[in-house]
């Protein structure tokens, strides 16, 4: 899964089309797996350990969007439209490290692993670019999901990108070269915190979109400063300028809540101010907002007394450390 650190809501259609969009974003250590195992009979079961829910179907060549792990079977159905039928009935096991509307990008770092699972089953010539893409055309275009483009891409390539998305879904992905040092303070710094709410991303998201359809120009002028805020947290992150993080991220934080009614409500807000009081200089909340994950950059040691504040509010803090890798596959 993905840290959103800039430029958030900007790989979201239409903007992304019209303007152009850019994100900064970090995979983090938690995860999205997948397993297949191959069936003697003609089955297809798919269980989702962390949702305790198991669905199985004969096999046919397409399977019922039936709202029972719709996710699973999008992937499955776009495969086999593409590639031909699978050689055999099998059994999908997949388990996600964060719930549903955590805003860490969870469902689409889950398409990916499972795309990625079947890729090595059938040995299908997909490079991370298609891969990515593929997830995104299962979720937006096949299944309808409102979202943007960074979490298929985060997930597929892994560590720190740069994303730009332009018109026509085209998407460039840059990874930066950071010094430990630098990514060592950040990570020490970032606190990743669990509101205890998850909320439904497609919601918010389709009001942002219809913002820029309708030409709100105070929704557009908040997504062209964190197209530009993405820029500024770019230059400080490679040039290890960290006390200028926090106030990156406030920046930010601001015009987020600009871009669509529901991004942030009056319980996100006082978190945000107890945080700040007890020591940190910025944060923003993760994915489309309403819900899920917020971050805070706590500088020097006032991590602990942020900490020390949010525990008495509830909700509960993530470990995690940055990771280099993206999707990863292997065959037993």
Not at 126 to 138: K, N, P, S
Request: glycine content about 10%.
């Amino acid at each position: 899964m993905r840290i959103g650190l800039a430029g958030g809501g900007t790989d979201v259609s239409p903007y992304c089309d019209l303007y152009g969009g850019a994100i900064l974003n970090a995979t983090i250590s938690l995860y999205a797996y997948a397993t297949i195992e191959t069936l003697h009979d003609q089955q297809v079961i798919f269980e989702a350990m962390d949702r305790n829910e198991v669905v199985a179907y004969e096999l046919k060549e397409e399977l019922p969007i039936d709202s029972r792990l719709d996710l699973a079977t999008g992937v499955y159905n776009h495969i086999v439209k593409k590639y031909g039928p699978v050689p055999s009935g099998f059994k999908l096991t997949t388990l996600v490290d964060a719930p549903a509307g955590s805003g860490l990008g969870s469902s689409s770092t889950l398409v990916v692993a499972i795309i990625g699972v079947f890729a090595e089953w059938l040995n299908l010539p997909l490079g991370e670019y298609d891969i990515a893409h593929m997830a995104y055309d299962i979720e937006r275009v096949d299944l309808g999901m409102a979202g943007g483009k960074q979490d298929q891409y985060a997930a597929t390539f892994g560590g720190v990108n740069f994303m730009e998305f332009y018109a026509d879904n085209k998407v460039i992905v840059n990874p930066l070269r950071i010094k430990p040092q630098y990514l060592n303070e950040l990570e020490n710094n970032l606190l990743l915190y669990f509101t205890a709410t998850s909320r439904l991303s497609s919601t918010i998201i389709e009001a942002q979109s219809q913002n820029v359809k309708d030409k709100n120009r105070e929704s557009i002028d908040a997504m062209h400063h964190l197209k530009e805020q993405s820029q500024m947290m770019k230059e400080a992150v490679l040039k290890g300028n960290v006390d200028d993080i926090g106030r990156i991220l406030d920046y930010g934080f601001r015009f987020k809540k600009q871009m669509a009614k529901g991004i942030s409500n009056t319980a996100m807000d006082e978190i945000y101010e107890a945080a700040l009081k007890a020591g940190a200089t910025g944060g923003k909340i993760s994915g489309a907002g309403g819900g899920g994950f917020m971050m805070f950059y706590c500088p020097g040691n006032t991590r602990y007394s942020v900490k020390h504040t949010l525990q008495s509010i509830g909700g509960s803090f993530s470990q995690y450390q940055f990771t280099e890798r993206g999707v990863f596959t292997w065959k037993i």
